[in-house]
C-alpha cells in the first residue's frame, strides 16, 4: 500500500522502529526527510478508520411525525406484519430504529410510485 493512498483527511498511525508515530497525511513525506537526514521506512499500520454505521431509537411521538400516521395505525400495521417492530429499552419502553422506519417510508413511496395499491 502506498502512502499516499490514504485518506487525506483522516490522521494515520505509522509505525517507525518499532515506535508508533502519529502524522497528519500532509506531513508523511516530510517525516521521512527530516529524520537526520536519512530517509526513514514507515510501515501503515492502518489504512483508515472502520465506518460505522450509525443508527439511533426514536420514540413514538417522533416515529408519528415521520410516518404521518397515529400510534393506533402503527400498531394495527405492526400487527399485520406491515410495519417494523420496536425494540425494548426496558419494561415498559421501546423505540423504532430510524433507519427501519425510513426504510418503511421509502419502500412506501416506491409502491406508490410503481402504481401498487397500497392497502392498510
Known sequence: ???????QALPVVLRDQGQSV????SSIEDLGRKRK????????IHQFLPI????????????????????SAIYA????????????LSARMVAWPES??????????AEAQQGVEVSQ
Do not use: N, T, Y
Open 22 to 25: 502519529h502524522v497528519k497525511p
Open 37 to 44: 537526514g536519512k530517509p526513514v521506512a514507515l510501515q501503515p
Open 1 to 7: 500500500m502506498s502512502l499516499r493512498s490514504v485518506p
Open 52 to 71: 460505522v454505521p450509525r443508527d439511533r431509537l426514536i420514540r413514538l411521538p417522533e416515529v408519528e411525525v415521520v410516518v404521518g400516521v397515529r400510534k
Open 100 to 109: 427501519a422506519v425510513l426504510a418503511w417510508v421509502q419502500s412506501r413511496i
Open 77 to 88: 400495521m405492526m400487527a399485520e406484519d406491515k410495519f417494523p417492530r420496536p425494540v425494548r
